[in-house]
């Protein structure tokens, strides 16, 4: 993903990962693209770098992991404040992951964490069935973070992919709500 980054002209990614091995892989692999820099380290402490020093974190797979292992919810909960520590006000975090809302939110929704949260779920690739709505387009959640009652998930193997904005008047999720809709439909 973050060599099609540098081809689109992005300037400075830094990709990180616990396994000094793929560290060193990825290294000589892309040796000749200046825009990637890569470190080993572990996402739960990214100690090394400043407070509010990224624009924007992007995640794929690695919460995914973190809630296989042991002490998950302590791993996660590690992983999504030092993220929340090192975006800037108003940075982004993309979250790529397997877990539905039920499984996520409450991971994302750390009490000193003011993301306003925006889902979208995407059906794996190569998909055949028929889906009823624009993949572009956000999805609503219950103000308990939930997929609304009703809710037909058409693939059972979609990505969720999580929006998360860094605010600082934010509390919690503040994403498209059922009673968010409503409003706006009833105004």
């Not at 992983?79 to 090192?86: F, G, I, P, S």
């Not at 039920?102 to 055949?128: D, E, M, T």
């Not at 969720?160 to 706006?184: A, F, M, N, R, W």
Request: hydrophobic share 40%; with cysteine.
């Amino acid at each position: 993903m973050s060599e099609d980054m540098a081809a689109d002209g992005y300037m400075e990614i830094i990709n990180i990962d616990i396994s000094s091995v793929i560290i060193e892989m990825m290294r000589k692999k892309y040796f000749d693209l200046a825009q990637l820099q890569y470190m080993q380290m572990d996402v739960r402490d990214m100690s090394k770098f400043s407070d509010e020093s990224f624009d924007c974190a992007i995640d794929k797979g690695t919460l995914d992991s973190l809630m296989c292992g042991v002490e998950a919810p302590l791993s996660a909960a590690q992983m999504v404040l030092e993220v929340d520590r090192l975006l800037k006000p108003g940075g982004v975090f993309m979250l790529i992951t397997y877990g539905d809302p039920s499984a996520r939110i409450p991971h994302l929704n750390q009490p000193v964490c003011s993301w306003k949260i925006v889902l979208y779920i995407l059906p794996r690739s190569g998909f055949k069935g028929n889906i009823r709505r624009s993949v572009f387009d956000p999805v609503p959640l219950t103000e308990s973070g939930r997929l609304p009652e009703g809710f037909v998930l058409e693939d059972p193997d979609s990505h969720y992919i999580y929006v998360c904005k860094k605010g600082q008047e934010l509390t919690g999720i503040d994403s498209p709500t059922l009673s968010h809709l409503k409003l706006q439909d009833s105004e």
